[in-house]
């Protein structure tokens, strides 16, 4: 990862990282723009009043009655994903010195800071969303697309990034981890920290309360693991069933980006797994609704002002990241299997079964 060649890439690649969280930020003026200062609607806009709140646990819907305007609402969404972003750039030692470390070291750097981390696996998931659907295509599988009134569809994909993480990521994992942890008495700080950032429970298990029900580490991360996986699929069914206009393709596709929203909030928090979804959902499409609003360009992930159909920006942003993930995660099952087989070598049994199991050339005691 030192070497010159990693290095040199390192740099490259730590700027294009830089210019799409850019980007991504810009999108929030053009958004504002087009929402409060265009006619994406001939009927609804930023003064209309809204009748309802839609808010998810899994696949149920509960609709919470509320009447602020449709501008309010958007302002007050808009401000809860910046302040989101402010936090992310300045955890794990700031956004501006992981780009620093990637120039050093390579794309794994990136890791280190929620907001470049993100940034990171968004392209590589986007990348490997596009590859999926070529797949699917191939064989027949369509994904279908959604459609109704611009406006609607914008404040919905303002809206979904929160309500959708809150009822998949927080209810379907941060809070059964939340129960499992109860058993261990931890503080009450902890627990909070647990629901937050799931992770945090690794280091809440105590082991001075001897009154206290132990949970391994390795339980409280499988559990997490099946949590992730679980919340994914009910993720992807929940596009299909939603009846918005998305065909069964979209069941794996919304999973697979279920996985990495899983990650983002075990790892990171459910901030991260926030911005990574307005990232997908709002910032991807804010410069085509711009450019239906000011040109009359009809929006869609076809659109000449979406950032979606930009493939070589996919390719650029994600091609590196998919490739180290792929890497990081080859080299883990392959540590996985060394440690196994060194751990089986270690072991030997008598062969008439009668001595009992010899670990380390020593025999056990009877």
Known sequence: ????????????????????????????????????????????????????????????????????????????????????????????????????????????????????????????????????????????????GISGDSFLLFMDLTLSPLIEEIGFRFFLIGVPLFVLLLATRPSVKKLARSLWRPSAAWDAVPTADPEAVQVSTGVLKSFAYFLVAFSAILFGLAHYLSGAGWDIGKVSEAALDGVTLGYLYVRYGLHASIIFHWAVDFASNAFAFYGQGVYGISWTANSVFSLIPAYDILVIVGLPGLLYIVDLFLKRVIRSQRETSEDDSSRQVYPDGAGGEVQGNLPNPP
Do not use: K
């Open 1 to 144: 990862m030192d070497s010159p060649r990693w290095n040199a890439f390192g740099i490259v690649y730590a700027a294009i990282v830089a210019s799409c969280c850019a980007m991504l930020v810009l999108s929030i003026p053009f958004g504002t723009y087009a929402v409060f200062f265009t006619h994406l609607s001939s009927s609804i806009g930023s003064q209309t009043l809204i009748g309802y709140l839609p808010v998810y646990l899994a696949l149920v819907e509960v609709d919470i009655p509320v009447t602020p305007t449709f501008g309010v609402l958007y302002l007050a969404l808009t401000a809860v994903y910046v302040i989101f972003i402010v936090v992310a750039a300045v955890q794990g030692g700031g956004f501006f010195r992981a780009l620093a470390a990637a120039a050093r070291q390579g794309p794994g750097a990136l890791l280190r800071n929620p907001l470049t981390a993100t940034t990171m696996l968004l392209g590589a998931t986007l990348l490997a969303t596009v590859i999926l659907d070529s797949v699917q295509t191939s064989v027949g599988v369509q994904t279908g």
